[in-house]
C-alpha cells in the first residue's frame, strides 16, 4: 500500500515537473511574442484601431507557437525516437534526421519536426508521429476543412475562399475547396446525413409535449430544377488544351433534383427533421426513402403521418409502397392550378372560369369530389380542345379523390400545400446552386446537395466526424 503510493506520488512530481517545464516554456515563447508586439507598437501612441490590427496580424504566430510548444514538449519521446521496427518486414530502422512540415489549423501555422524512418528493403518510409498526432496526410488540417466548408456551401467557392482568409487569415485556395468539398461528400448516402431515431424523437416529443393529438408529421416530395452541365463537358481532348479560352462546346442544361423533407407542424411554426435533395430517378429517390424508413428512423406511432405531393405518379407510387396508413394530400395549389387551366380552356379568361373554380374548390373542401366528378361529366364542351381539357381534368381528379377532402383534412390540423417541401427546394437546392454562371456537373451538384442537408438536418459535424473516421483510419 504505502508503496505503491510512493510510486504514484513520484509520477505526479514528474508529471508536475513536466508541467512546469510547458509553463516556462509557454511563458518564454509569449515574452518572444510580447518584443515583437512592442516594436511593431514602437511610435506614437496607437489607436484601438491600430492596436486591434496589430495583433490581430501577430495572433497567429502566438497561438500556432503556442500549439508547437505543446507539441514538442507532449511528444518529447516520440520526437527522440531512435529506432523503429519496420510494419511490413520487422527489421529495426534507424531514424533520419527531423524533418519539418507546417500543418495548417485553425489557429495557424504549426511547424511540426519529427522524425522519418526509411525501410530500404521494403521501400517504405513513415513518420509515426504524424499518427500519432491524427494529422491530415495534407498540409490543411480538418478543422480547416470543415470550417471552409460551411462557408462554400453557404457561397460561391470563390467568395468563400477570399471571405475566410479575410476573417481567419488561413489561405485556403477555391480550388483547394472544392476538392476538399468533393472528399468530404464523397459517397453521402441519405443515412449519413439523418439525424438519429433518438434525435427524431426528441423533436417529436418537444412538438408532442401538452398536445391532446398526436403531432402532424409531415412528408413532402417534390422535385426542382438546377443548373447542370453535362458529363461530356469534363476534361479536354489531348490537343485541345490551346483551345481552351473559347467557348464552352457543351449546352448547359437543367436536371431535376428530386427530393423529400419531413417536418412537423407545430402550429404556425414548421419543426425541419429530415431533408435529401437529389439530382435522381424517381427510383432512387424510393430507395433513399426506403432507407429512412427501414433504419426506423421515422416514429410512425407517435406521429400521425402525412404525404403532401403534386399530381406526379411516382410520388404517390412510393407512398402507397412505403407510407400505406399516411393521410395523402393532392397539393391544393397545385390542384386549384389545375382548375384554372381547364377552366380557361373551357370558358376563356372570363368571369364564369373564375365562379367555376372557385365553386369547385369550394366543393373539395367540402370533400364533395363525386358531386364536381358529376359536374365534369355533364359539363358541355366549348371546343375539341376544352373536351379534352374536361376529359383530363376527371381523370385527375378521379385519381386523386381521396386526396382531395380538404376541409377534412383541415380539420385534422393536416396542411393542404406542400409548401414545406417548396422552400426546402428554395433553401437547400437553388439558394446555393442557382448562381449565374454556375453549371453544376450531376456528382458535384449532389455532394453540394448532401452537405446543405447535412446542415439543415443538424448533421454537418455527424458528417465530418465519419470524414475524420475514414480518412485517418485509412
Ligand atoms: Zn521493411
Not at 462557408?151 to 481567419?168: H, I, P, Q
Not at 401538452?210 to 461530356?232: A, C, H, K, N, W
Request: proline share 3%.
Amino acid at each position: 500500500m504505502g508503496y505503491a503510493a510512493e510510486v504514484i506520488s513520484l509520477d505526479e512530481v514528474r508529471a508536475s515537473q513536466q508541467r512546469q517545464l510547458l509553463r516556462q516554456q509557454l511563458r518564454k515563447r509569449f515574452d518572444q511574442w510580447l518584443d515583437e508586439l512592442e516594436t511593431q507598437l514602437a511610435g506614437p501612441k496607437p489607436t484601438l484601431a491600430q492596436v486591434s490590427e496589430t495583433i490581430w496580424t501577430l495572433r497567429q504566430s502566438l497561438t500556432a507557437g503556442m500549439a508547437q510548444t505543446i507539441v514538442e514538449q507532449t511528444y518529447q519521446a516520440e520526437r527522440e525516437q531512435k529506432s523503429l521496427r519496420c510494419a511490413t518486414c520487422q527489421r529495426l530502422l534507424k531514424a533520419r534526421p527531423l524533418v519539418s512540415r507546417a500543418a495548417r489549423t485553425l489557429i495557424g501555422d504549426v511547424e511540426i519536426k519529427r522524425p522519418y524512418f526509411y525501410c530500404r528493403h521494403c521501400r517504405l518510409g513513415t513518420y509515426p508521429l504524424d499518427a500519432g498526432l491524427g494529422l491530415n496526410s495534407g498540409q490543411i488540417q480538418l478543422d480547416v476543412q470543415q470550417a471552409a466548408i460551411d462557408l462554400a456551401t453557404e457561397v460561391a467557392y470563390e467568395t468563400a475562399s477570399s471571405l475566410f482568409g479575410r476573417l481567419s487569415g488561413i489561405a485556403v485556395s477555391s480550388e483547394r475547396l472544392h476538392t476538399f468539398t468533393n472528399e468530404v461528400a464523397e459517397g453521402l448516402s441519405v443515412l449519413d446525413i439523418a439525424p438519429s431515431r433518438a434525435e427524431m424523437d426528441q423533436r417529436v416529443a418537444k412538438v408532442a409535449s401538452g398536445r391532446f393529438r398526436r403531432p402532424v408529421m409531415v412528408l413532402g416530395i417534390d422535385g426542382t430544377y438546377v443548373p447542370s452541365r453535362p458529363e461530356q463537358a469534363r476534361g479536354r481532348r489531348p490537343g485541345q488544351a490551346r483551345y481552351r479560352a473559347r467557348r464552352a462546346r457543351w449546352r448547359h442544361d437543367w436536371y431535376e433534383a428530386k427530393g423529400f423533407r419531413f417536418y412537423l407542424l407545430d402550429g404556425d411554426r414548421l419543426v425541419h427533421l429530415l431533408s435529401w435533395h437529389q439530382v435522381q430517378s424517381e427510383d432512387e429517390l424510393g430507395k433513399a426513402l426506403k432507407q429512412v424508413k427501414d433504419a426506423g428512423l421515422i416514429p410512425e406511432e407517435t406521429v400521425r403521418l402525412c404525404v403532401v405531393g403534386d399530381g406526379a405518379d411516382w410520388i404517390w407510387k412510393h407512398v402507397q409502397a412505403l407510407f400505406p396508413d399516411a393521410c395523402q394530400v393532392l397539393d391544393y395549389y397545385h390542384c386549384s392550378e389545375y382548375l384554372y387551366k381547364m377552366a380557361y380552356t373551357q370558358y376563356g379568361q372570363t368571369l364564369p372560369a373564375l365562379e367555376w373554380v372557385e365553386s369547385t374548390l369550394t366543393r373539395l373542401y367540402l370533400g364533395q369530389v363525386g358531386a364536381v366528378l358529376g359536374g365534369l361529366r355533364r359539363m358541355l364542351p366549348t371546343s375539341e380542345e376544352a373536351a379534352k381539357a374536361i376529359d383530363n381534368c376527371w381523370v385527375h381528379l378521379r385519381k386523386h379523390r381521396s386526396r382531395t377532402h380538404y376541409g377534412k383534412f383541415r380539420r385534422g390540423g393536416y396542411p393542404l400545400g406542400s409548401g414545406g417541401i417548396e422552400s426546402s427546394n428554395k433553401f437547400i437546392c437553388h439558394v446555393r446552386l442557382k448562381r449565374s454562371g454556375a453549371w453544376w456537373y450531376e456528382a458535384s451538384s449532389n455532394q453540394m446537395l448532401a452537405l446543405r442537408c447535412a446542415k439543415y438536418n443538424g448533421t454537418f459535424n455527424q458528417v465530418f466526424v465519419r470524414y475524420r473516421h475514414e480518412k485517418l483510419g485509412a
